[in-house]
């Protein structure tokens, strides 16, 4: 586990590198024609989604830490 606050949110940021890695190897591979568009965006749509939550969660972690 994650135990410490600065040691959880260098993790989430390299999470949320990872997921901006994820758009930007679909895009690629669309690109290339090995994925076909359906597939492009409904994976696009999920890769959105949860980039969109864990930054929510990454900014829930900062404000939580700031209270304390």
Request: proline residues 0%; hydrophobic residues 35%.
């Amino acid at each position: 586990g994650r135990y410490f606050f600065k040691e959880k949110l260098v993790f989430m940021y390299y999470s949320r590198g990872s997921f901006l890695a994820s758009k930007t190897w679909l895009q690629k591979s669309f690109n290339r024609k090995w994925v076909d568009k359906s597939k492009y965006d409904e994976i696009m749509h999920d890769l959105k989604g949860c980039h969109f939550l864990l930054n929510q969660y990454i900014k829930s972690l900062k404000i939580a830490n700031k209270k304390k």
